[in-house]
């Protein structure tokens, strides 16, 4: 991947390491539960509220999207709305989701339901991602769904009648799952969804919690069509895929001692934790209650000594996002990490495994891809170095993360992306002592 497949960023991080982490903080509103909160009560009768939601670049996407529907939306604040659900209208040009993964495959799901035709389309970043996979499903549900090249965005859905299926999803995709089960909102009968593995539930709590027929017994959803979806007020709990930064730059850091409050910690998003625990991690997890039908608690993180995990099979899916800053971590742990099974993550904004081990390099690591994972040999100290994020969130934040326990200041070309799921990253990094800032790039022309 050569740079030239990225705009160009306009902004940087700069990061001098060294600082401990230290005190009590939290972060944004989760990115899953935000997307999926604005799009099941555009569909639901009623006015649903929704607080502490995480205004970020790809969940706005997805707001948009509802809003060119002729979903009325009352901004209270940028984290507060309420949506007033209800009939769709056609919308008057192609949904945008910019790189929003999940918000064109879930919608894709529900405009494949609706008697009008719609067309879902993104960033140049989202037109390179696989959409056959829920492109397929769909197609055997009776829709009608063409993409650019045999499945990439612009998707352009037909309106057509729905029937109920029984699927074995292939991959362990949220995403997929959610598709689906939109989709079987609309219809003539049953469908029953089977994942390999234990994929992010938010959609199955949210829609039982929401009225919908749905049962779940271990990886089989069963969902009836046709019942209407009842308006809810939901709060969002914060996001441990953001939160999963400070967390680990906390333990890699000597001398940090830092708390992060009201986490979601439902069970398909904590395989990090169970890893960082495996590591000899000095976290402590504290559920203290439900928040929208999800568990949420308080993590404490101190500076650890970590030893090297080998990483595969049923949790790689409850830890996929985590996959770039668990290599930070990896990086400074002692033995050899080894990663199977996370193939996914080379169909992620970008090629998350591809991009890491060059990024880290230009820092000095030593990292061995796979086919579907990594491995390295640890502890490696890194040193700073200018590095670039690609336009994916993740990587971008990770690579801060893995230049705060560097030697040596670094530069993370691209702050931008950090705001597609985790806006004030830089503040809130510097909240708990680290020193991040952001820059505008220098015009070399
Ligand atoms: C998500 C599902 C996951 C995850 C993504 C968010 C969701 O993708 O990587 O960031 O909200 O459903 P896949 O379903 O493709 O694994």
Redesign the pocket.
């Known amino acids: 991947m050569t740079q030239k497949d990225h705009p160009q960023p306009k902004d940087r991080f700069r990061v001098r390491p060294g600082a401990p982490l230290a005190g009590t903080t939290t972060v944004p509103g989760d ?2 539960l935000s ?1 999926r909160a604005v799009m099941f009560s555009a569909l639901a009768q009623g006015a649903s509220r929704i607080k502490a939601w995480l205004p970020a670049g790809d969940t706005e996407a997805s707001l948009r999207a509802v809003q060119a529907l002729g979903v009325q939306v009352e901004r209270h604040s940028a984290h507060e709305l309420t949506i007033h659900g209800g009939a769709f209208t056609q919308p008057a040009s192609p949904l945008d989701l910019v790189n929003a ?2 918000g064109i495959r879930l919608l894709t799901g529900i405009m494949a339901g609706q008697p009008f035709e719609s067309v879902l389309d993104g960033s140049e970043q989202l037109r390179r991602r696989p959409m056959n996979r829920i492109i397929q499903p769909l197609r055997l549900m009776g829709a009608s769904i063409d993409g650019v090249n045999g499945g990439y965005a612009p998707l352009s859905v037909k309106p057509s009648a729905l029937r109920g299926i029984g699927y074995t999803m292939p991959m362990a ?4 799952k ?1 598709a689906i089960l939109l989709a079987a909102l609309f219809a003539d009968g049953e469908t029953t969804v089977t994942q390999p593995g234990p ?2 539930d ?1 959609t199955e709590r949210m829609l039982a919690a929401m009225g919908a027929r749905l049962t779940v017994d271990g990886n089989t959803i069963v969902i009836q069509p046709g019942s209407q979806l009842e308006a809810i007020d939901f709060t969002v709990p914060a996001d441990i895929s953001s939160a999963a930064f400070p967390l680990v730059a906390a333990l890699i850091i000597p001398g940090s001692d830092l708390t992060l409050t009201n986490i979601n910690l439902n069970p398909t998003r904590t395989g990090l934790l169970d890893v960082l625990q495996e590591m000899g991690a000095d976290l402590t997890v504290t559920e203290t209650g439900l928040e929208a039908g999800e568990p949420v608690g308080t993590i404490r993180a101190r500076h650890s000594t970590l030893k090297a995990v080998r990483v595969g099979g049923e949790v790689v ?1 409850r830890m ?2 985590e996959f770039p800053i668990f290599m930070v971590a990896a990086l400074a742990a002692e033995g050899e990490t080894f990663v199977k099974d996370a193939g ?1 993550l080379r169909v ?1 904004e970008t090629d998350r495994i591809a991009v890491m081990v060059a990024e880290l390099a230009k820092m000095g690591a030593a990292i061995t891809e796979t086919e579907d994972g990594f491995y390295l040999f640890g502890p490696q100290m890194l040193r700073g170095a200018q590095v670039y994020g690609h336009d994916d969130h993740r990587i971008s934040m990770s690579l801060v993360v893995a230049a705060l326990a560097a030697e040596g200041d670094a530069l993370v070309n691209d702050a931008r992306c950090a705001g597609d799921s985790f806006p004030g990253f830089a503040d809130v990094m510097r909240g708990i002592g680290a020193d991040v800032t952001v820059e505008v790039v220098p015009d070399e022309g």
Do not use: Y
């Not at 995709?173 to 997929?176: G, H, I, L, N, P």
């Open positions: 990115k899953s997307h993964g999940t995709s949220a995403q997929v959610s994929a992010r938010h899916v996929i996002d996914e992620k």
